[in-house]
Nanobody, 118 residues
């Protein structure tokens, strides 16, 4: 069983930046093969949507509204997935979840709240 623990959320003013982290338990990134990783978000009254994904080949995809502002990356040695968020907007307010699809199973973090407000 793999646990994913997110951190880095909080309250930030419009135009500000945050970096979300998603740390996997043990040496999951090294032990288990990874098919893909991603960040999702669910805003108030909205359905969960994909924000950014990255494949093991390094191909990335972004939600149109975050393209050019957000960057997804990972550090295998640290068993951690990141989401760098710049130029944040009020509409980015949501609970952000990380997802890692290992070949042996798919896992989600517990979510971290991001509030963009002045």
């Amino acid at each position: 069983q793999v646990q994913l623990v997110e951190s880095g959320g909080g309250l930030v003013q419009p135009g500000g930046s945050l970096r979300l982290s998603c740390a996997a338990s043990g040496n999951a990134f090294r032990v288990y093969g990874i098919a893909s990783m991603g960040w999702y978000r669910q805003g108030p009254g909205s359905q969960r949507e994909v924000v950014a994904t990255v494949s093991t080949g390094g191909n990335t995809n972004y939600l149109n509204s975050v393209e050019g502002r957000f960057t997804i990356s990972s550090d295998v040695a640290k068993n951690t997935l990141y989401l760098q968020m710049n130029s944040l907007k009020p509409e980015d307010t949501a609970v952000y979840y990380c997802n890692v699809n290992f070949f042996q199973g798919s896992y989600w973090g517990q979510g971290t709240q991001v509030i963009v407000s002045s």
